[in-house]
Nanobody, 120 residues
Framework: EVQLVESGGGLVEPGGSLRLSCAAS????????MSWLRQAPGKGLEWVSG????????RYADSVKGRFTISRDNAKNTLYLRMNGLKPEDTAVYYC?????????????RGQGTQVTVSS
């Protein structure tokens, strides 16, 4: 059974940082591209960042480029998202997802999400 479990969300002030983690199990993690997605209140699902199976190529939505860093540790079956310079508009539920189409919101499995709230 494929499982993706996010952690690391919370309440942070504008300009602050968080690191999200996603523990994967039930499939060969190192063979699949992965994505971070988010959904803000009242809005649709948004693609945030993606990473290839080996971690050699990463891409970001323009809204987070230069502030967020995606990475993975295939030995630990874990995906990460380092978020710096957080803004109130980054407030959302963040999901890790097993991508079916690189650099998009398309996925076949995603986690339950972790809430990130940016507020003073």
């Amino acid at each position: 059974e494929v499982q993706l479990v996010e952690s690391g969300g919370g309440l942070v002030e504008p300009g602050g940082s968080l690191r999200l983690s996603c523990a994967a199990s039930g499939f060969t993690f190192g063979s699949r591209a992965m994505s971070w997605l988010r959904q803000a209140p009242g809005k649709g699902l948004e693609w945030v960042s993606g990473i290839t199976s080996f971690g050699d190529i990463t891409r970001y939505a323009d809204s987070v480029k230069g502030r967020f860093t995606i990475s993975r540790d295939n030995a630990k079956n874990t995906l990460y998202l380092r978020m710096n310079g957080l803004k109130p508009e980054d407030t959302a539920v963040y999901y890790c997802a097993r991508a079916t189409s690189t650099w998009s919101t398309q996925y076949d499995y995603r986690g339950q999400g972790t809430q990130v709230t940016v507020s003073s």
